[in-house]
């Protein structure tokens, strides 16, 4: 009987081994599972700093290391990681192929575990586990859904929870000032939420002071961990000046990565640099880089931003809808409704319009303030202004109509046309 268990437990043994190796490698599953069998209190002090894991992809090699949600690294193999800035620097160190597997130990439940994990990425999203840190980072994430959020309601809609934009930096700022004095966060956290503070339309003397901070500190630290910072926190933050430096100083390393240098052009979309923007997409063009469907949506978007940046509206709706009848994205036919509408086309305004309607129902009801103000645009350009003018009056009772247009339309050049189009048209 004994015999035949381990042969059963053989074959078993096996086909994880089969199923493992489709996406790690049945190596690297082996050394996973045997380190999650090996998994053992540590009598490391926990500091009360590190990065908790909020999210462990399935398969990764994190999940079958025996990695879990809620865990908080504090030590990689010899480093102490106290911020996110010490986790990459200590993850690069032992990605050289040297090295089969790292201890690290975490905290879980109250108490210190020692675990073991292969080198290189873990397949893991974090936080750093700091209350001062999270306090800092809870006030700026009320920033930026605040700041999503009034593109289509006002203050009054959710007075409940709205804090002036001002009121939020002051109390962040005084969370950073107190750090520094009795030095709850490290050196590289404080630079860091400094640079972050300063917004992309701030004076030009808090531009170049944060200017100076972003080449300290990407020349200070690991460019993998600058790459994760100009994506994670900076890019999809919004913050698209630091993101623009941290992601050129990637492809200075990786000069090939298709997403980052879309993102890239993005971003220079965001600050008013065109000319750069237009040079990111057409090198993934021009040298035909690998290109999934959603790539090519973001360089013709890209590009489209770019010509309708210099009016030439033909090629921006042209452009614009490749890119929609790829991905079917509001932005697109957004894109050429005010193209066409700062031409006086009408007709291709009324096109546009139906078919947002038809496919995208629910934004299109969502956007009806927006889209009647472009419609507006195209009738006063192509002198029917009695016409725009009644549109207008379904929305007299609407409140704080300037600053819903705004938020909709001011990253698209040309934007301002459409709310001080609409001002004309309410005055009197």
């Not at 590289?188 to 002071?209: F, G, H, T, W």
């Not at 200017?211 to 961990?225: N, R, V």
């Amino acid at each position: 009987m004994r015999s035949s268990r381990n042969s059963s437990n053989a074959r078993s043994l096996l086909i994880l081994c089969l199923l493992a190796t489709t996406t790690y490698g049945c190596s690297t599953f082996l050394r996973a599972r045997a380190a999650h069998r090996g998994l053992q209190e540590s009598r490391e002090h926990y500091p009360g700093r590190g990065i908790r894991l909020t999210v462990v992809h399935e398969g990764s090699p994190a999940e079958l290391a025996g990695l879990k949600t809620m865990d908080v690294i504090f030590r990689y193999g010899d480093f102490e990681i106290v911020d996110d800035a010490s986790f990459f620097t200590a993850r690069d160190h032992y990605d050289n192929g040297r090295e089969r597997e790292i201890p690290l130990v975490i905290w879980r439940a109250g108490k210190a575990l020692r675990i073991a994990v292969p080198p290189g990425k873990l397949g893991i999203e974090s936080i750093e586990d700091s209350p001062v840190a999270q306090k800092f980072s809870s006030l700026m994430n009320h920033l930026v859904a605040q700041q999503q959020i009034l593109g289509f309601e006002s203050k009054r809609e959710f007075k409940d929870s709205y804090i002036p934009p001002e009121k939020i930096v002051a109390e962040a700022k005084a969370i950073i000032d107190q750090a520094e004095r009795e030095a709850t966060l490290t050196p590289n956290q404080i630079l860091v939420a400094r640079i972050y503070m300063i917004p992309d339309d701030a004076s030009p003397e808090d531009l170049k002071r944060q200017s100076e901070m972003l080449a300290q500190l990407i020349s200070t630290q690991p460019a993998s961990y600058v790459a994760w910072l100009g994506q994670d926190r900076f890019f999809e933050n919004k913050h698209y000046r630091p993101a623009v430096e941290c992601l050129k100083r990637h492809l200075e390393v990786h000069p090939d990565d298709v997403s980052i240098r879309l993102n890239l052009g993005i971003a220079y979309i965001q600050i008013g640099m065109f000319t750069e923007a237009e040079a990111a997409a057409d090198y993934v063009l021009d040298n035909e880089l690998p290109l999934a469907e959603h790539g090519y949506v973001v360089a013709y978007g890209v590009k489209a931003m770019v010509a309708l940046s210099r009016g030439d509206y033909a090629k921006t709706i042209s452009l614009s809808e490749r890119a929609f009848e790829l991905d079917q994205c509001q932005c697109d036919i957004a894109r050429v409704m005010l193209a066409a509408a700062q031409t006086g086309d009408v007709q291709k305004v009324a096109e546009a319009l139906r078919k947002y309607k038809e496919v995208l129902p629910a934004e299109f009801e969502k956007r009806k303030l927006q889209l009647t103000a472009v419609e507006a645009l195209a009738l006063v350009r192509a002198n029917q202004r009695d016409r725009a003018r009644e549109l207008t009056w379904a929305w007299k009772d609407t409140d704080e109509i300037e600053h819903r247009l705004k938020a909709s339309w001011k990253t698209f050049p040309g934007g301002s046309d459409v709310w001080n189009n609409w001002k004309e048209l309410t005055r009197n």
